[in-house]
């Protein structure tokens, strides 16, 4: 993972699409507010998985990242509650099909990510698109593999 620009880093970096249009976008020289991440899924997942696991964060560390700091949503999915939180950097849920699960998004307009990980059964996904229309196919595949429907459209 890298947060700013490295030597190798530009030679190795996806260029991002806005409609079928190229965007090339220059690395930011020193660590950005939300947009200067630079990582592969496979990098990312090993995080999650590291995360769920507890493994390099002390009891109150991990604590704080998944502390429900604030409710954003709530509603009813397959006849129970579902709430949504924000933790620290993380999108938490409770689901009534898999417990916890929590993860992360992101859309810099060309690249948009998604990703979860459950807690209970240990399972997971991370998407990551370099296409402004990358947001459908991680609607899709929420909606198949959170709540185990297939609804196309958002």
Do not use: W
């Amino acid at each position: 993972m890298y947060f700013k620009d490295t030597p190798g880093l530009a030679k190795r970096k996806a260029y991002g699409h806005i409609y079928c249009n190229t965007r090339i976008q220059e690395i930011p020289k020193e660590a950005e507010m939300a947009s200067s991440v630079h990582t592969t899924s496979k990098s990312y997942a090993e995080f999650l998985v590291a995360l769920s696991e507890r493994r390099g964060l002390k009891p109150e560390t991990y604590e704080a990242f998944i502390d429900r700091a604030v409710q954003r949503s709530e509603r009813i999915e397959n006849g129970r509650v579902q709430r949504n939180y924000y933790g620290l950097g993380l999108s938490l849920r409770d689901s009534p099909n898999f417990g916890l699960s929590f993860g992360h998004s992101s859309s810099n307009g060309d690249f948009k990510c998604t990703s979860t990980i459950y807690e209970d059964t240990k399972n997971g996904f991370v998407v990551m698109t370099n296409s402004s229309t990358g947001d459908m196919l991680q609607f899709r595949l929420h909606n198949l593999l959170n709540i185990g429907t297939k609804q196309v459209d958002p």
